[in-house]
C-alpha cells in the first residue's frame, strides 16, 4: 500500500518550458488536491478533483492545468513555465468520510520545482 | 475574510520541556480543524481531527484542544524526533454544495537533547 506517491521528485524547467507532474493514489479516494508551498506561505491550493472526469480551481489556477481521467491519477500541468511558479508541489487525497463532508488529507511526498 | 494563524513561527525548546503551539481562526461555519506534522524535505502527516469546540484528542506526546476561535496543540515533555513543522488547517463552508481547506503557514518545532 504505497498511498500517494508523486513523480517527478525534482525537475528544473526554464522559462517557458512545459511539463505535467504525476500523482497517483491507491486508497480508493474520491477526492484528489494539487498544492504549492512557498516559505512564509503555507500550503496553497491550485486545483482539485471530487471524482474522475471532475476539476475544479483552488485559490492560486492560474498558469496550472489538471486532469483527473483515471480516479487514482491526478495530472498537474504548467504550459508555460514562469520563475514565479518555483515551489514545492504536494498532491493530497482524501475519502468523502462516513461521517459527513470532514475528511482528512493524505500527502504525497512532494515534487521540487525549480524555474529558471 | 477567512484566515488561519499559527504562532509562533518558530520554537525552541529543550528536552522535557512542555509548551504549546496556537492556531487562531476566523472562518463562517467551521467544519473541522487539522492538525498535520511536516519533517523536511516530506509531505505532511495528518495528526488529529477536531469537530468542535471543546474537544480533545491525544496521540503519544501531543494534545489537541478546539476552542470557539483557537486550537492548541499541546506537547508534554517533547523529545528531539518531535522536532518537525506543525501544520494547522480548517475546514469551512466555500458554497452550499462544496468546502474549502485553508492552511495556516505552521511552527518550526526544535528540540534540543
Known amino acids: 500500500n504505497a498511498g500517494v506517491t508523486q513523480t517527478p521528485k525534482f525537475r528544473v524547467l526554464k522559462t517557458g518550458q512545459s511539463m505535467t507532474l504525476l500523482c497517483a493514489q491507491d486508497?480508493?479516494?474520491?477526492?484528489m488536491y494539487w498544492y504549492r508551498q512557498d516559505p512564509g506561505m503555507g500550503l496553497r491550493l491550485i486545483h482539485y478533483?471530487?471524482?474522475?472526469?471532475?476539476?475544479a480551481k483552488g485559490e492560486v489556477p492560474d498558469g496550472y492545468n489538471v486532469s483527473r481521467l483515471k480516479k487514482q491519477n491526478f495530472l498537474l500541468g504548467l504550459e508555460s513555465a514562469a520563475p514565479s511558479q518555483t515551489s514545492v508541489y504536494f498532491c493530497?487525497?482524501?475519502?468523502?468520510?462516513?461521517?459527513?463532508?470532514?475528511?482528512?488529507?493524505?500527502f504525497g511526498p512532494g515534487t521540487r520545482l525549480t524555474v529558471t | 475574510e477567512d484566515q488561519v494563524t499559527q504562532s509562533p513561527e518558530a520554537l525552541r525548546l529543550q528536552e522535557g520541556e512542555s509548551s504549546s503551539l496556537n492556531c487562531s481562526y476566523t472562518v463562517s461555519g467551521l467544519r473541522g480543524l487539522f492538525w498535520y506534522r511536516q519533517d523536511p524535505g516530506k509531505g505532511p502527516e495528518f495528526l488529529f481531527t477536531?469537530?468542535?469546540a471543546g474537544e480533545e484528542k491525544e496521540k503519544e506526546r501531543l494534545k489537541a484542544t478546539l476552542t470557539k476561535k483557537e486550537s492548541f496543540l499541546h506537547i508534554t515533555a517533547p523529545k528531539p524526533e518531535d522536532s518537525a513543522t506543525y501544520l494547522c488547517a480548517v475546514q469551512a463552508p466555500q458554497d452550499s454544495s462544496a468546502s474549502k481547506i485553508i492552511f495556516g503557514s505552521g511552527t518550526r518545532l526544535s528540540i534540543r537533547p
Open positions: 478533483s471530487v471524482g474522475e472526469g471532475t476539476t
Open positions: 493530497a487525497s482524501s475519502s468523502r468520510g462516513a461521517g459527513g463532508p470532514v475528511h482528512e488529507q493524505y
Open positions: 477536531l469537530y468542535s
Open positions: 486508497m480508493n479516494h474520491e477526492y
